[in-house]
């Protein structure tokens, strides 16, 4: 069965959108830091943090693996879940693996959330602050992922790219209009 999922782009503030679940691009101990895990952090109160401090270690400090994605209650946040997610940091000596671990993100995302099933996502552009993503070339792999992984997904619905500047908006509508 083909998805026939909305996907939307919008300019917001990621933790103020009324969807079932939004993704954190977070750090590998899912413990808060800059950017929008920072801010769902903020937003989303100290439950969040607990929740997140009793997830187990794979590690010592590594919650959540690149590529890979975690799932915790929405807390404060007008959401059910958060979908916690470990972008790459972009190496220009390695860039098709870059893609293929962003890619992985989005897929992991969209696995959990059919698991939980989970209908509305609001995707921030992960990887492309701190990390050092190409801002075009991550919105490539975001929607074609995406839209790959949305075609075994038939429960969810609605997928927003939420942006907050305007180039990444620009970036993100061409693509989902194009492809």
């Known amino acids: 069965m083909k998805n026939r999922a909305s996907l939307s782009v919008v300019r917001a503030d990621?933790?103020?959108l009324r969807v079932e679940a939004i993704v954190n691009a977070a750090s590998h101990s899912l413990l808060g830091g800059g950017g929008v895990d920072g801010a769902i952090h903020a937003a989303a109160g100290p439950g969040l943090l607990a929740e997140c401090q009793r997830l187990p270690e794979i590690e010592p400090g590594i919650r959540c693996r690149t590529g890979e994605a975690r799932l915790t209650?929405?807390?404060?946040?007008?959401?059910r879940a958060v979908i916690h997610t470990v972008g790459p940091l972009w190496n220009n000596d390695a860039p098709l693996e870059c893609d293929a671990l962003l890619a992985s993100c989005y897929r992991a995302c969209v696995s959990i959330a059919a698991m939980h099933r989970l209908r509305s996502i609001?995707?921030?552009?992960?990887?492309?602050?701190?990390?050092g993503f190409p801002q075009q070339r991550a919105a490539q792999v975001?929607?074609?992922?995406?839209?790959q992984a949305l075609a075994a997904?038939?429960?969810?619905?609605?997928?927003?790219?939420?942006?907050?500047?305007h180039a990444d908006t620009v970036a993100y509508q061409h693509l989902v209009r194009t492809t």
Do not use: E, Y
């Open 14 to 16: 990621i933790t103020m």
């Open 142 to 147: 975001a929607v074609t992922s995406l839209r």
């Open 153 to 165: 997904s038939p429960g969810i619905t609605d997928i927003r790219f939420v942006c907050i500047s």
């Open 122 to 131: 609001a995707f921030p552009c992960i990887s492309t602050g701190l990390n």
């Open 73 to 79: 209650g929405g807390h404060l946040l007008p959401v």
